[in-house]
């Protein structure tokens, strides 16, 4: 594929104008990066060049032909393959089944060929993830690293001449972005060309030939690469609309919670091989980092402290009480609410509204009344909406019309209704544009000033500096590191992670 034209693209879902008469254009092997904020069309876009979405109107051209995408298969037959962002793998099929789902090796037309498909399947995963995963292994328990992984490999299953790549990294920790970008580069030399949608503009600027920028489902400008240099503040403007946007969060300021009552106490945690005796005090306002490298636990701790997991021993205390904890209900009904890593699986029903995804929690609470009032219940919606900056700000709309980041917006905003004591945030910002992690993490410093206490994992040190009083670093399901405020820097958090400098 050698040119490549989308023209005047436009989109509705109802009353929301998701594109706008959108171009995007580009000739020769080229990697592309389209950028913009959550809800700016990005993945309406993409999943239109993939067939899963109908256009309302505009044209594709191809090589110098019209054609017209309006299915998967469309989009297949012309070499077009997107890895989704919101994963579209099967959580109890193995790794090599996910990989060839929908197109099957096969012998002749109908009998499967299972084993050049695990041999395929093993070829692939080595030349991206070499040594990492084992094939026959079930998706469901992989790592959300591996799984981002599982997702490319799918679509590079199907030997794509357009791939396009929704937000690939938003999982993945730095060693793993590396591995990806190499194999870009070399799909890139294979004749491949990549449109690559992503947040982190340091990503764009490094890996594109050029760049698209999406602003309320409109064009705002495209950048070469060749002709203009690397630079992050000439996509800024474009993105937000403005001369200069500040990318960079502030740092909290250094409180003295020396003398506040401890919120949450854990005491010698075990949980499996994944929590190995951990023991974390958290004070009444404060707000309590998790770090490390992905996959020591953190998740893990984070659902124990939910009651979605219980813990195979140690006893979990709230305000000075010891909590027996049996399900997520119990939490809630204590005042502990989660922000969970999977919006779409574990936070909304994606199928159902704004309000309806606010106020499903009030069903489970004493006190309230049988029949709830609906006007009240729309006031209530429409104050979180208001106060989350959620678009558009209308809560009829469905939740899966929603950017990525306003859905977010939907599950951090449904527990303002309440008084949390206690808000669990597991890498509540994945995948979000910065305007929106500015958004959720003023009203974290807001609740935190107000007593409530805050446990945030976070994939990246940069929410976690910004924010964070004290940071706990878990390696191998253990705390093996408190770094407190005045010692937090991306250096500590680094060297800590990766356990160097550390004796054995």
Not at 45 to 68: H, L, P, W, Y
Not at 114 to 124: L, Y
Not at 164 to 176: G, N, Q, V
Not at 181 to 204: A, G, P, V, Y
Request: glycine share 8%.
């Amino acid at each position: 594929m050698y040119l490549f034209k989308a023209k005047n693209i436009s989109k509705r879902f109802g009353g929301v104008t998701a594109l706008s008469d959108v171009n995007f254009e580009f000739s020769g092997i080229k990697i592309c990066g389209l950028v913009g904020a959550n809800g700016s069309g990005k993945t309406t876009f993409a999943r239109i060049c993939a067939g899963i979405i109908k256009k309302d109107s505009g044209i594709f051209e191809i090589d110098g032909k019209n054609v017209e995408i309006k299915s998967p298969h469309d989009a297949k037959k012309y070499g077009i393959v997107l890895a989704h962002q919101n994963l579209s793998l099967i959580p109890d099929l193995t790794v090599w089944e996910n990989i060839f789902l929908g197109h099957e090796e096969k012998k002749g037309r109908i009998i499967p060929d299972n084993r050049n498909a695990k041999n395929s399947a093993i070829k692939i995963l080595n030349d991206l993830i070499p040594g990492e995963i084992n094939i026959n292994n079930k998706v469901s328990s992989l790592s959300p690293a591996h799984k981002q992984m599982i997702e490319i490999s799918k679509a590079l299953s199907q030997k794509p001449k357009l791939l396009i790549l929704d937000e690939p990294t938003a999982a993945l920790e730095y060693f793993h972005v590396e591995k990806l970008f190499k194999k870009i580069t070399q799909l890139k030399e294979d004749n491949i060309s990549i449109i690559f949608i992503s947040h982190r503009l340091w990503e764009i600027t490094r890996i594109c030939d050029l760049v698209f920028v999406f602003r309320d489902g409109k064009n705002t400008g495209q950048i070469d690469f060749k002709e203009q240099p690397r630079d992050e503040n000439l996509i800024i403007p474009l993105v937000t609309g403005t001369k200069s946007y500040n990318i960079e969060f502030k740092r909290k300021e250094k409180r003295n919670l020396d003398n506040a009552v401890n919120m949450v106490k854990l005491d010698e945690i075990n949980y499996k091989n994944k929590l190995n005796k951990i023991n974390l005090i958290a004070k009444k306002g404060e707000v309590i980092g998790i770090g490390g490298l992905q996959g020591q636990g953190q998740e893990e701790l984070i659902m124990i402290l939910a009651g979605a997991l219980l813990a195979d021993s140690g006893k979990y205390y709230l305000e000075g009480k010891e909590l027996k904890m049996h399900c997520p209900g119990d939490a809630i009904k204590n005042g502990i609410y989660l922000v969970p890593g999977d919006r779409q699986q574990d936070g909304l029903f994606i199928e159902h509204s704004i309000l309806r995804n606010i106020i499903y929690p009030r069903f489970s609470l004493k006190g309230e009344k049988l029949i709830l009032n609906l006007k009240n219940l729309n006031k209530i919606a429409d104050k979180i909406i208001e106060k989350t900056s959620i678009k558009p700000p209308q809560n009829d709309i469905l939740i899966k019309n929603l950017s990525g980041g306003n859905q977010q917006k939907v599950v951090f905003g449904r527990w303002l209704q309440f008084k949390p004591k206690v808000l669990l945030l597991n890498d509540p910002a994945k995948g979000i544009d910065v305007g929106a992690k500015n958004d959720l993490y003023r009203i974290v410093h807001e609740l935190s000033f107000n007593g409530t206490t805050i446990i945030l994992y976070a994939s990246s040190n940069e929410e976690l500096i910004s924010n964070c009083d004290r940071i706990f670093i878990m390696f191998e399901g253990k705390i093996v590191d408190e770094i407190k405020y005045e010692d937090i820097s991306d250096d500590k958090l680094i060297k800590s992670s990766l356990r160097v400098g550390v004796e054995s």
